[in-house]
């Protein structure tokens, strides 16, 4: 189709004819008969006096072809809508041009978008004051071509190709006086309220204005839209504005400033992710063009953009899970955040590539900057996404991951647990146990011992040929204490060995010299029989009992492992009872400690009895060995019934300093007595005796939590009414300040929230609660996160009024 000049084009006709006014008239007239020319062919009949006669000539409009003859002119045609004018009209257009291959090809593409483009199609009073702004150079000019621009009063369409520009103008006066344009073009007044606060930096109003501004009409929409991106190209994006995008999502996902608005907002460390999401929904296709093209500018960009190109349920290329795996493992430092892309790269794995890719890169995965990747191939084995030969390539790099990486790395592929978790064959799980086992040679730490027996213990039965090698030959102490240990967890797995690993265990006897691990392989085997299928084989449990016999204080944990198993017998176990109960209330010496002085410097030396030391160092011991006895199914009757009192005995001794023992000591007997009252089965007259020793102590926090133990699984009006008085005097004495210091508030609320939980708290219950949960209120800056767990389910069963003052948990 061609297309003439039309009357908007005034100014460039006028142009063309020189200023010659009867001219432009004439062509003018022509216009109103709906006859138009090209550019080209206007330009051929201004070049000549024939041409111009031709346009004078008053039948041009009747017979063409008659008057350019006339005018002795062949190369003009005129077309109507047949020959391929506009629909309407009649163009006269240059022979050249009907049916050029090249000017079909020029009509085809696109018209001229964007503030050029729309300048072109301006009316003459608009085109001035416009040509006027872009041509300014000082801010003065602009803003005096604006006051002009105001007063011819733009529709809103042209405000908002305007708007990026005049927004993200340095100079104040302009911005203000785009503003006074937009009021004068018809814009509302909350795009006034949105420009004025991305000025001021108001988040605050930002997002409150950005659900307003979506329900606007679209041309009020298209111009708060240019007012955004006005802002992001001034470099001074933020949350807020994202939030107002996100709102705008709808309009802006066929918006021409789309693609503009998002390479502003990619570079910047807001988060676009629910900004990209609410694109996706309405134009996936387009979003994926509009990201992709922006790859390739640096590591940190692309992470992000292959981030956002990860919607839920959508799938990766090749390409792209290759680039995400590489920026994953990069050694440097960007990208920084890694755990976002490792989620992306889960999600997109819809072909179960990703665990075969990771596994090609061996080694590196050492190497890498972030330790996410753990993460991923653990999140992975939990998906079951990992194929076996996939998982056998990755299980040969964690062992040799395991004996050579770095601290962050090791630590990190053993919190993720992936020696458990990779589905791999037999044969290279066990290869993993000697790593690890070394691991606890190298490392002591607590956490890290802690994580190596969780992995052990997690790999079964496959562990223990290599545990049973390292148990019998390593020449750490410490290490073979710890497999030790785990050898009973790993026969719980593997029912059929406890009998042999019993006997296995006792013949280590004969190569163990120190006593303590004596007493960790008896032990051992004392655990297996009391919790095994064995706790009936005679034989075995009298050799377990009869390797005991001079092990001295290295006994306490097979005794107590001993006497709970069904195969104990009753006099045995009362025996084992009344023998920990007697040392651990042993009478200790009472006499002056021994001092010297140095006399050459005058230090003071304070000798401490070596009993008294050995003592206060195996009661927690013997503490742990009675609770499992006295908690065991099998200790019922007069056995537990003694083992209770002559604790309970005890416990008034020490809590009334007649028997002086350790701090740590005390508060370890009042666990074992909350432990043991705390069963539902254990008897009632035995539970209130317990109840009425500590009562009296609920200032300690150890014994307060040990009464809440008990007192929540109690009944009775009885313990009721102990359960209140203990709830008072804890308020007392946390309402009155100095009774805890600063360190113990934690534990204290803790401790609050457990005495709310019990079901009775007497005849003055609800009186009780009002008080605790005032207390609690006013401790709310120390509430941790169990405390806070423990009272927004507490919130569900305590009346309204109460719950309302718990609400902050």
């Known amino acids: 189709m061609i297309r003439g000049l039309r009357a908007s084009d005034a100014a460039d006709i006028r142009r063309r004819t020189g200023g010659d006014m009867r001219l432009l008239l004439r062509i003018g007239a022509l216009l109103e008969a709906k006859i138009s020319f090209t550019e080209l062919a206007l330009d051929r009949l201004l070049a000549d006096e024939a041409g111009r006669k031709l346009l004078s000539d008053r039948k041009l409009d009747a017979d063409f072809l008659a008057a350019a003859a006339a005018a002795g002119i062949d190369d003009l045609r005129l077309l109507d809508e047949a020959a391929g004018a506009e629909a309407g009209w009649r163009t006269v257009a240059l022979s050249d041009e009907v049916g050029n291959p090249l000017t079909a090809s020029l009509l085809a593409e696109p018209p001229e978008s964007g503030l050029q483009g729309m300048v072109s199609h301006l009316a003459p009073a608009l085109r001035a004051p416009v040509e006027g702004l872009m041509q300014a150079r000082e801010a003065d000019q602009r803003a005096a071509a604006l006051e002009r621009l105001r007063y011819a009063a733009p529709p809103l369409s042209v405000v908002g190709e305007l708007m990026p520009m005049l927004l993200a103008d340095g100079a104040e006066l302009v911005r203000e006086r785009a503003i006074a344009l937009v009021v004068a073009s018809g814009g509302h007044s909350l795009i006034v309220d949105l420009v004025r606060a991305m000025q001021r930096h108001d988040e605050a109003t930002l997002l409150r204005l950005a659900p307003s501004v979506a329900a606007l009409p679209a041309d009020q929409q298209d111009l708060a839209i240019s007012a955004v991106v006005a802002q992001a190209a001034r470099g001074e994006a933020s949350q807020g504005l994202i939030e107002v995008c996100t709102a705008l999502a709808p309009a802006l996902a066929t918006h021409r400033a789309l693609d503009r608005l998002l390479e502003l907002l990619l570079p910047t460390s807001f988060s676009v992710v629910e900004l990209v999401r609410a694109l996706q929904r309405i134009d996936g296709g387009r979003i994926v063009d509009v990201l992709s093209r922006s790859l390739g500018f640096g590591a940190e960009q692309d992470a992000r953009i292959i981030v956002l190109l990860a919607a839920p349920g959508s799938s990766g290329s090749d390409s792209m899970l290759e680039r995400g795996v590489d920026l994953l493992l990069e ?428 079901p009775a708290l007497g005849p003055d219950a609800d009186n009780v609660r009002r008080r605790l949960v005032g207390v609690i209120a006013t401790m709310r800056d120390h509430a941790t996160s169990r405390a806070r767990a423990r009272l927004r389910y507490l919130c569900s069963e305590l009346p309204p009024e109460l719950a309302s003052r718990l609400d902050w948990a």
């Not at 002086?660 to 008897?683: K, M």
């Open 331 to 758: 050694a440097g430092e960007d990208p920084r955040s890694r755990m976002p892309l490792a989620a992306a790269l889960r999600r997109i794995d819809s072909g179960r590539t990703l665990a075969r890719r990771i596994a090609a890169r061996g080694m590196r995965l050492g190497q890498s900057h972030d330790t996410s990747v753990h993460w991923l191939i653990a999140e992975m084995c939990r998906d079951g996404t990992v194929a076996q030969d996939d998982a056998d390539e990755l299980a040969g790099t964690i062992r040799h991951l395991l004996r050579e990486a770095s601290g962050p790395h090791l630590v990190s592929v053993l919190e993720q647990q992936l020696p458990v978790l990779l589905p791999c064959s037999p044969v290279q799980r066990a290869a993993l146990v000697d790593p690890l086992i070394e691991i606890c040679a190298r490392y002591r730490a607590d956490r890290t011992t802690d994580l190596v027996t969780t992995a052990l213990v997690g790999i079964g039965a496959t562990a223990l040929p290599a545990v049973w090698e390292s148990l019998e030959g390593h020449p750490m102490e410490h290490v073979r204490l710890l497999l030790a240990g785990l050898v009973p967890e790993m026969v719980r797995r593997a029912p059929d060995q406890a009998a042999a690993a019993v006997r296995r265990l006792l013949s280590g006897l004969a190569r163990a010299e120190q006593g303590s691990e004596r007493g960790a392989l008896v032990a051992a085997a004392a655990r297996i029989l009391a919790e095994g299928a064995l706790s009936g084989d005679a034989p075995l449990a009298q050799a377990v009992d009869a390797a005991t016999t001079g092990l001295g204080r290295f006994a306490y944990e097979a005794l107590g492992h001993l006497a709970s198993g069904s195969g104990c017998t009753p006099e045995r176990r009362a025996a084992i009872v009344d023998q920990l109960l007697m040392e651990a209330c042993a009478e200790l010496p009472d006499t002056p400690t021994p001092v010297t002085t140095d006399a050459a410097t005058g230090e003071v030396t304070f000798e401490l009895d070596e009993r008294l030391a050995a003592h206060t160092e195996h009661v927690p011991r013997i503490l742990v060995a009675l609770a499992r006895i006295g908690r065991s199914p099998n200790c019922q009757g007069e056995v537990q019934r003694h083992l209770v009192e002559r604790l309970v005995a005890q416990w008034k001794l020490v809590a009334t300093w007649r028997l002086v023992w350790g701090p740590g000591n005390v508060h370890e007997l009042a666990a074992t007595l909350g432990q043991l009252a705390s069963e539902t089965d254990f008897p009632g007259p035995l539970r209130v005796r317990v109840v009425e020793a500590l009562t009296p102590q609920v200032g300690q926090l150890a014994v307060a939590r040990a009464l809440a133990r008990i007192l929540t699984v109690g009944d009775g009006a009885y313990l009721a009414r102990l359960a209140g008085r203990a709830a008072e005097d804890l308020v007392k004495l946390a309402a009155r300040g100095g009774e805890f210091s600063e360190d113990d508030r934690e534990d204290l609320t803790e401790v609050l929230a457990d005495f709310l939980a019990i």
